[in-house]
């Protein structure tokens, strides 16, 4: 057989599917951060959350839905256990009802000094440098941003 030729690809494929690829590496991701936010009192998707409260405090919903990829009807409970939990306070908009305003408490801020070890911790079992996760992340950004209307 010649070393030139490539055998043909088998669109489908389990394996020679990208949404795969990027799924089961999203569950992977999730598995490894479930015990890490389970000692913060944390799911993922709370998380993330938190992580844009973070970066910047006192946002609304519908900026936070923004920035994470998500419609309101799936962020109100995730807030709404948040609020619950003590580390966001909801408040209405008296200027607009519909409006609801998103701030972190005092727990919820200093909760940010025991997250600051998880990205340690996961780039530890990634085995991969800093550099090459840079590179994935701005490969991976690209590649969803190609994917929008």
């Known amino acids: 057989m010649d070393s030139d030729t490539t055998p ?5 494929h389990l ?4 949404c795969f690829a990027l799924y089961s590496a999203s569950l992977a991701m999730t598995k ?17 959350v938190m992580l844009v409260l973070w970066e910047e405090d006192g946002l609304n919903v519908s900026d ?3 920035r994470l990829f998500l419609d309101s009807g ?3 409970p995730l807030l709404k256990r ?7 306070q909801r ?3 008296p200027k607009d009802e519909r409006r609801v305003g998103i701030t972190l408490t005092d727990t919820g801020r200093a909760l940010s000094s025991e997250a600051a070890k998880l990205p340690s911790c996961v780039l530890d079992r990634t085995h991969c440098s800093v550099a090459d996760l840079m590179a994935l992340n701005d490969d991976v950004k690209q590649f969803r941003q190609s994917l929008m209307p």
Do not use: H, S, W
Not at 15 to 18: D, I, S
Not at 82 to 88: D, H, N, P, R, Y
């Open 8 to 12: 043909p690809l088998k669109p489908l």
């Open 15 to 18: 394996e020679n599917q990208l």
């Open 32 to 48: 490894l951060y479930k015990p890490l936010l389970e000692a913060l009192g944390l799911t993922y998707p709370q998380y993330l």
């Open 64 to 66: 936070i839905g923004e």
């Open 74 to 76: 799936t962020l109100t």
């Open 82 to 88: 948040l609020e619950t939990a003590g580390f966001v």
């Open 91 to 93: 408040t209405r908009d």
